[in-house]
């Protein structure tokens, strides 16, 4: 197995330095370490180069990336450049975009997820379109994201919306989201029901209400990694039970993901959002070590089979 972070964006010779921690837990287990020049494969556009520091491995092996979110297009450049190399990512590039772009899985969760309606869009969307794609939704309360991100620090501006038939909420928030999303904007818009959760506190920084969020690492359908996702707030009593998502975990077409699950005030815990393994944050409470150990574990294990 191989393992791959970014480089420092100084120093081709460096780790990036928020992949620090998980690298030097990696190294200390004896997992293969490489580093991709990242800015070399999004700004460059050039996945040779990116992937000019990665030793051929002796025999063809199983890669797992771990670093910056990459659109579909950019991953299948650096899947296909390590692939000459002798080295097969975990995911394959449909398996990444199946997470990484919630319209993709939305079919899979959609029992266990807030409701949710989007569009494709790259530039400005008529006001009209957005009230009618949000018709459903009759006067409730609703949230805007981009098929990947959506701006949750910036609340009550680009995220909430308190009304989906209220026309200047919707064009106010959704404008705000559109002018601070610019070329970044992802796919286009996801309008999702706003679901009450329960709460742990304000984020310090942002004062956004923070829901009791997990995030769980699957790996070929198992959870290897549960970690309250907030690194504040107290999460008093337990985490989610793992055979609540079960059957979810088993039919979500991607060897290596995140499941994001949050409590409802009602006690259910439901989806918030999925996303590729390779590119989602350990959450600042996990453990790199026992992340790393079992992700060792289970590659290798499949490798040898
Ligand atoms: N449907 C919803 N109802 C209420 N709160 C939500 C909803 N969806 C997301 N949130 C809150 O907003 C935060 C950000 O949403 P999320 O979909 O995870 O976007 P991001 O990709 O930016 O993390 C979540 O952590 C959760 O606290
Ligand atoms: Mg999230």
Known sequence: MRLLFCSDPLDVRRTD?????EA?????????ISLINFEALVYDEDAGKAIQRVAPPDHPCMGVFRGWMLTPHRYRHLYEALAERGIELINSPDAYQHCHYLPESYAVIEQHTPRSVWLSASGDVSTDSLMELLRPFGSQPVIVKDFVKSRKHEWN???FIPSASNR???????GRFMELQGDDLNGGLVFREFIEFEQLTAHSRSGIPLAKEYRLFILDGEPISTTAYWEEGSYDDAAPSNDDFRTVMKSVRSRFFTMDVAQ????EWI???LGDGQVAGLPERADPTAFYQALKEHVMGREAA
């Open 17 to 21: 330095s928020a992949y620090e921690v």
């Open 24 to 32: 030097a837990a990696a190294r200390e287990l004896g997992i293969d």
């Open 157 to 159: 501006e680009a995220c």
């Open 168 to 174: 200047e909420a919707v064009e106010r928030v959704v």
């Open 264 to 267: 409802r005030r009602s006690g």
């Open 271 to 273: 989806i918030v959002e």
